[in-house]
């Protein structure tokens, strides 16, 4: 029995699609012999996530059962705002809580995944309909992703390159809003983050 716990932001949640996204992909796959908490919650910022890992993960870890960390976590720390001229989480602090987040997740387990950020459609996100002061740029995204990389290659952790996949595709098909994935494009995060997970052994 393994036991998989997913921290993340609204792409984590599944925001947009009835199946519950990529984890709601990966329950359906795992659900027989595996549980899969979804701990991903709309807005989030590494900030948040160290916020309420350590707890969460206290209500739901079992010394039986194996523990998978999953982080997909990064493209609000990423938000330009434009009425302040500041990122939503300024680079220097996201590897700073990068490395944070890790070493609260290696007190609860040696298995931890990062999932890497996602491009977005800029012709609906610069700026963003729903909150006219924010900007997603794939200029900005792509350098927090590379610091995440960077930072899962010095520690050897699994690292899923979803950032430099997609931008070989036709990726843009696959946001419904410019920001979150349709059906999919969650089809598709669920193909290579579950090729990363067999690839490690990490899924059953």
């Known amino acids: 029995m393994k036991n998989f716990l997913i921290w993340g932001d609204s792409i984590t949640y599944g925001h947009g699609d009835a199946d519950g996204g990529w984890v709601g992909r990966l ?10 908490y979804n701990l991903g919650i709309s807005g989030d910022t590494t900030t948040e996530v160290l916020g309420r890992l350590e707890f969460e993960a206290r209500q739901r870890i079992d010394p039986e059962e194996e523990t998978v960390c999953i982080f997909a976590i990064g493209i609000n720390d990423s938000i330009f705002l434009s009425d302040r001229g500041t990122f939503q989480t300024e ?9 944070e987040i890790y070493s609260q997740a290696k007190r ?5 995944v990062f999932v ?14 729903w909150a006219p002061n924010k900007v997603y740029k794939n200029d900005f995204i792509e350098k927090y992703h590379s610091a995440l990389r960077t930072f899962c290659g010095k520690t050897q952790l699994p690292f899923v390159d979803v ?15 410019g920001v979150h994935p349709n059906a999919n494009g969650y089809d598709a995060l669920f193909s290579e983050i579950s090729s990363t997970l067999t690839e490690h052994q990490f899924l059953p």
């Open 27 to 36: 329950r359906k796959t795992v659900w027989k012999d595996s549980l899969v």
């Open 91 to 99: 680079l220097p602090q996201f590897v700073k809580n990068i490395h």
């Open 108 to 112: 609860i387990s040696s298995r931890i």
């Open 116 to 129: 890497g950020l996602t491009p977005v459609d800029e012709k609906k996100t610069n700026p963003i309909s």
């Open 163 to 177: 950032f430099s996949s997609w931008e070989k595709l036709q990726y843009m098909e696959w946001l419904y809003d």
